[in-house]
């Protein structure tokens, strides 16, 4: 298959080198250098065991997206430059957004009336090194479910390796929720506390917090099976301990973070935030204070 994915950060390194593997992959950039570097030394892959591979691969910083199937791999907040973009393409694609969060579900809604969208959810751990060198810090899988009516059984088999895999979901909204339930409860506790993920469950009274922000947050979602949903929470916890969070890595390099697709997508769905979900609102105040400070 013809693949472009649009972003060269940590997650589009990591799937142009896997994806690669079997399909032609374009990588689109944002900056020349990128593409110029990528061109010239192609994509390196670090993994946890220490081994480097390197596997070459074409990059362009052109928004005019050539491929039939292509995969967003922008944060959300660089959605609307793209979804532009993707607005004026002629023919109908595929598009597969993997953001946090959920709060890009109205760009999706809107392209979906001219374009297949789909949905990801990725499991794996990556940090962009350079500009073409990406370490894996976390093994996992990418699930997949169809924002509307696109075929995302048939599309998960088509990109599924075992070196790499992909899960189909068949309730997309479900399958983002259960994500956004897991990085709410993690993401801005371990940012405002400056703590590693493990924390949030060996301090006894950083996990009673988490657990008042769970309640709210389970509650707005109305996901179903409560206590499942609270293990599953802790057990992300325990198996990403040394992690910091994405959330945490923002603020202390002073990037901007994904607080809106995060909390900020619960207060909008929240009818009476300030009295239903007081901590939720708290929080996402505290990290848009401190992404300003
Ligand atoms: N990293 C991880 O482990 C995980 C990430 N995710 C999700 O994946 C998404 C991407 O995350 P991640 O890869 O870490 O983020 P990064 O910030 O590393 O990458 C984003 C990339 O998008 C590029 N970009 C921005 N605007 C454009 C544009 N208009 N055209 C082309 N490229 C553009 C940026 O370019 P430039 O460098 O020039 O700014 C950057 O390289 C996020 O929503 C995140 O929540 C989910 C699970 C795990
Ligand atoms: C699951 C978790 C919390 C792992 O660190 C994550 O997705 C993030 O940091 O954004």
């Known amino acids: 298959m013809e693949i472009g994915i649009i972003g060269s950060g940590a997650i589009g390194l990591l799937f142009g080198f896997h994806l690669s593997e079997n399909h032609s992959v374009r990588l689109y950039t944002r900056r020349k250098e990128q593409a110029e570097a990528l061109n010239r030394d192609g994509i390196v892959l670090k ?47 595929k598009l597969l957004f993997l953001q946090n969060g959920m709060d890009h579900l109205s760009i999706l809604k809107e392209l979906s009336q001219q374009h297949d969208c789909y949905a990801g959810v990725v499991e794996h751990g990556a940090r962009k090194e350079s500009e073409n060198t990406v370490k894996h810090t976390g093994m996992g899988k990418t699930n997949l479910g169809s924002f509307g009516t696109g075929a995302a059984e048939e599309l998960a088999l088509q990109l599924d390796s075992p070196a790499f895999p992909f899960q189909w979901k068949e309730n997309c909204r479900v399958m983002l929720a259960e994500k956004l339930l897991i990085n709410t409860c993690i993401n801005p506790l371990t940012a405002l506390l400056g703590i590693k993920n493990g924390e949030l469950i060996s301090n006894s009274q950083y996990n009673l917090m988490m657990r008042s922000v769970f309640e709210e947050a389970f509650a707005i979602l109305k996901l179903t099976d409560k206590e499942k949903s609270w293990d599953k929470v802790q057990e992300i916890c325990a198996k990403t301990h040394h992690n910091v969070s994405s959330m945490l890595a923002d603020i202390q390099s002073g990037r901007v973070t994904e607080i809106d697709a995060i909390l900020g997508y619960l207060i909008k769905l929240s009818p009476f935030p300030e009295t239903n979900a007081p901590i939720i609102v708290f929080l996402y105040r505290s990290i848009k204070g401190k992404e300003t400070s």
């Open 47 to 93: 993994n946890l065991t220490g081994d480097n591979r390197q596997r070459k691969i074409s990059a362009d910083t052109s928004d005019n997206y050539q491929e039939e199937f292509l995969i967003v791999a922008v944060k959300q907040y660089q959605l609307k430059e793209i979804a532009a973009s993707l607005k004026g393409c002629r023919e109908r694609k």
